[in-house]
């Protein structure tokens, strides 16, 4: 037909280390992507800042570059999703200037603070209300720190947006969050998919700096004619909510329904799952936060060091392969997978625990550190590389644990990130999860995520669900081994009796090298 003309979408992801921009058409074939790095700032221990203008002239760079490369009619492009690292604070004063650097997600200064709010507005009361307890990450204790630490900053305060609503706005001139960032200040009801007057008010934080708050696939604004100027889109282009990196990874790896779940093995490692009601951890472990999906939640289990455990053990321990690989110009993972493939289930007794960076879900202990246990004189360099990944994976199942407990059945889990590209890792985490393990077609995570909210906001697609049925399709798949199972379920107890048998002792070791570094 010659008539028909192929529609596209642009997803934009505002991540920690730079921006990354795809256009992909309808189908969700990728016709061009770019990324754009940028710098972060840790002017003091424990802090880590951005300027939330290094984030727009990434974005800009990169639709520019996307457009340009792919040689796309700017008409064509139906609309624009964000996806962005969550929790960032953004302060505004009242003609929307930027009033201090970006404080991210991964800025632990406020320790003080979140035991003001869990004071404040009662644990219970961030149950019900946030279905999350106060963490270091999440903005509200930032807001805190800043009316504490830097008045005449706070003072001139009146709007606070997250750090990939700063780039809608600029592109825009709408303030606007949607549901499932919002959900990571700690002043959101996740639950109601509102703006929390009873936390806002007991933290004194005024309800009108909030902006208002949106389905992830709402169209939140439409492109400026100075901003289409900058970028090569058409003036008045539609731009959605988009969602959270977490949430926008769901849609892009298909998780939009009841009883899907993901595991993804990057430098940390995430577990997710997507729910139709919101189910909260009674002891607060995981994490709930609405879905961009509309009208649905996911819960999230997050540890700190996964694969990134298994680089410092490539780094640290892996000299021998890095130059065999250098030699041979392969992975220098792969030549370490063969040698654990050479270990048997269990690595005869040799357990990794992986807390490297302390560990969150379902610890929350920054104390926490890594430890080698059960190390025999049989144990040779093949044991302890498949005990570093077993640990990994006993880690991962944590989470998925504490998912189970909560009533989701999960049979089916999707992996993704580089644990996922090793066929041992991915039968291993068969056999661990006890669950099918697959891959998938498409890798794009976040910004196709956010690429399919957009489609959807502008009627490409019909929903989030038709949308991934259409361009999300399985790739690998592992049954777990049923002779391995209860081997690994055996060794998964002790891995667990190990963090409790040990914490007294992790808290022990901080006070000295807190003592002898001073």
Request: glycine content about 10%; charged content about 20%.
């Amino acid at each position: 037909d010659q008539g028909f003309i192929m529609a596209y979408l642009i997803g934009v992801d505002v991540g920690t280390t730079g921006a990354k921009t795809i256009l992909v058409d309808e189908d969700g074939t990728l016709v061009a992507s770019a990324l754009q790095e940028y710098p972060l700032s840790t002017p003091r221990p424990k802090w880590s800042e951005q300027d939330p203008e290094d984030w727009v002239q990434g974005t800009i760079a990169t639709i520019r570059s996307v457009l340009s490369v792919s040689g796309v009619n700017p008409a064509d492009v139906k609309g624009l999703g964000f996806s962005g690292q969550m929790h960032g604070l953004v302060l505004l004063d009242e003609s929307h200037a930027v009033l201090r650097p970006a404080i991210l997600w991964n800025d632990v200064r406020t320790t003080e603070q979140c035991y003001e709010i869990t004071e404040t507005v009662g644990r219970q009361t961030l149950v019900e209300e946030t279905c999350n307890p106060a963490l270091e990450g999440f903005t509200a204790p930032k807001v805190l720190w800043v009316r504490e630490h830097e008045p005449e900053v706070y003072d001139r305060a009146r709007h606070i947006l997250l750090p990939k609503d700063y780039v809608r706005f600029r592109f825009t001139g709408d303030l606007a969050m949607e549901v499932s960032d919002a959900a990571g200040t700690l002043l959101f009801n996740v639950r109601e998919r509102r703006w929390s007057k009873t936390v806002l008010d007991a933290l004194q934080i005024p309800t009108e700096w909030m902006p208002p708050a949106y389905e992830s696939v709402d169209v939140c604004g439409k492109v400026t004619a100075s901003v289409a100027e900058e970028t090569g889109l058409a003036e008045g282009t539609p731009i959605v909510g988009g969602g959270a990196d977490n949430a926008c990874s769901a849609v892009g790896t298909g998780i939009v329904s009841e009883g899907l779940v993901s595991a993804s093995l990057g430098t940390s490692g995430v577990v997710l799952a997507h729910t139709d009601t919101p189910l909260v951890d009674p002891d607060l472990r995981a994490h709930t936060f609405c879905h961009a999906v509309p009208d649905r939640w996911y819960t999230m289990g997050v540890m700190l060091s996964a694969a990134g455990a298994f680089r410092w053990f490539r780094d640290a321990l892996g000299a021998e392969e890095i130059a065999r690989a250098e030699a041979e110009g392969v992975d220098p993972y792969e030549l370490l997978t063969q040698r654990a493939e050479q270990a048997p289930v269990g690595s005869e007794g040799c357990i990794f625990l992986p807390y490297l960076a302390g560990e969150r879900t379902p610890h929350a202990d920054a104390n926490a550190r890594g430890v080698y246990f059960g190390l025999s004189l049989r144990h040779g360099k093949n044991e302890i590389t498949r005990a570093t990944m077993e640990g990994i994976t006993y880690g991962m199942r944590d989470s998925l644990e504490i998912i189970r407990d909560l009533g989701v059945d999960v049979t089916h889990i999707t992996a993704t990130g580089g644990g996922a590209r090793s066929e041992f890792w991915r039968q291993m985490q068969a056999d661990i999860y006890d669950a099918t393990v697959t891959t998938i077609n498409q890798a794009e995570g976040p910004a196709l995520g956010a690429a399919i909210l957009a489609g959807v906001g502008t009627g490409v697609y019909d929903s989030c669900e038709s949308a991934t049925d259409a361009l999300i399709s399985p790739t690998t798949e592992n049954r777990p081994a049923m002779e391995n199972v209860p081997i690994y379920d055996e060794y998964y107890g002790v891995y667990q009796d190990l963090y409790h048998a040990l914490s007294p002792q992790f808290d022990d070791v901080a006070d000295i090298v807190d003592r002898v570094t001073r």
